[in-house]
T-cell receptor
């Protein structure tokens, strides 16, 4: 059974700092991994998608890496801003006929002005 | 792309009642999945529908059921509501064919059971 763990559960940083969020998964036979952002009480916004054959993806100040063999991914946020405050979730997709995403519990990020 | 729309956005039900949540699929996506997200937790997979049939289910009891219509819109029905059913329910329309992949979430329905 695939399990996804995110560390830390919560993180508070001053504005301008660079930060790293961690995600680990138990079954390396994934098709892709996604990082989502969720604002309080809202739905999910996809930030970055990494295919299993890729090592990293970048979008603006965000960079996500994937080490499939070790079952790890990181989301790097550069020059954090108060608007980055949200919960960040990672999810793995196995493919092979299943559309199920398996999520971690998320990291709640607070960026202090 | 038209996005995924869920209705209602919020509702309050009494324990033991039944509820129906609705979701409109994104154009071109033939699969819909439903997730339950309890407070402080990640979304948990409930089930998925492909071509109007359930073809995948998570660890949820039979009182959670669904429908998918020919236009790929979907309903989630929950019978005999329990207090622990209080959560954000997320619908996602998806497609995957080894060449392309798309997974789009709606904004969710917040269900409170009292």
């Amino acid at each position: 059974k695939q399990e996804v763990t995110q560390i830390p559960a919560a993180l508070s940083v001053p504005e301008g700092e660079n930060l790293v969020l961690n995600c680990s998964f138990t079954d390396s036979a994934i098709y892709n991994l996604q990082w989502f952002r969720q604002d309080p009480g809202k739905g999910l916004t996809s930030l970055l998608l990494i295919q299993s054959s890729q090592r990293e993806q970048t979008s603006g100040r965000l960079n996500a890496s994937l080490d499939k063999s070790s079952g790890r991914s990181t989301l790097y946020i550069a020059a954090s801003q108060p608007g980055d405050s949200a919960t960040y979730l990672c999810a793995v997709f196995l493919g092979a006929g299943s559309y199920q995403l398996t999520f971690g519990k998320g990291t709640k990020l607070s960026v202090i002005p | 792309e038209t996005g995924v729309t869920q209705s209602p956005t919020h509702l309050i039900k009494t324990r033991g009642q039944q509820v129906t949540l609705r979701c409109s699929s994104q154009s071109g996506h033939n699969t819909v999945s439903w997730y339950q997200q309890a407070l402080g937790q990640g979304p948990q997979f409930i089930f998925q529908y492909y071509r109007e049939e359930e073809n995948g289910r998570g660890n949820f009891p039979p009182r959670f059921s669904g429908l998918q219509f020919p236009n790929y819109s979907s309903e989630l029905n929950v019978n005999a509501l329990e207090l622990d059913d209080s959560a954000l329910y997320l619908c996602a329309s998806c497609f995957w064919n080894r060449v392309n992949y798309g997974y789009t979430f709606g904004s969710g329905t917040r269900l409170t059971v009292v």
